[in-house]
């Protein structure tokens, strides 16, 4: 079996929007701290970090969302095959799988980000049990209304300034 240690070491995260995989290591700690039943990635692109929460909490039902507008849904079902890992894709915007989907005990959101995902991140937090993480949180400038319960741990910045937050229910 693969461990997340060897996956994150093994695994190409040169592509700009790749989060880095310092951020990965602290998001798949965080989200097996926790021992989620359930793992939602928003944006999911190529599939790396949907992996490497497949392969830290081998336990839970991993589900990836992306639009493929950039990456092709093979390539991720591709990628998760070499691995080894179960994770559901699907291919819809954040938003529309946000409007119908169930409850989830961790979310990663690194779909839209900034001002434009407000309405995705409360969203987001309302279908969150226990632990949402938000890529590139510094485009956030101003209280989006989550409020408490939560505590907020900011988990990492990368060498190009992005932060990635966890907020935790």
Sequence with gaps: MTTLDDYIAATDWSDLYSTDPGAVRAICMAAASVSPATILELGSHRG?????????????????VDLSDEVLPDVRIAHYR???????????????????????????????????????YRAAWAKTRKILVIHDWEQVTRDIGLGPPHREQLVHIDTRGRITAMLWK
């Excluded at 790396?48 to 990836?64: D, F, N, R, S």
């Excluded at 559901?88 to 989830?104: G, I, N, R, V």
């Design 48 to 64: 790396l970090t949907a992996a490497a929460l497949a392969i830290a909490c081998p336990e839970a039902t991993v589900v990836g």
């Design 82 to 120: 070499r691995w080894g890992v179960g994770v559901h894709d699907y291919q819809e915007s954040s938003a529309s799988y946000l409007s119908w989907c169930d409850h989830y005990d961790v979310i990663f959101h690194d779909s839209i980000h900034g001002e434009a995902a407000i309405d995705e």
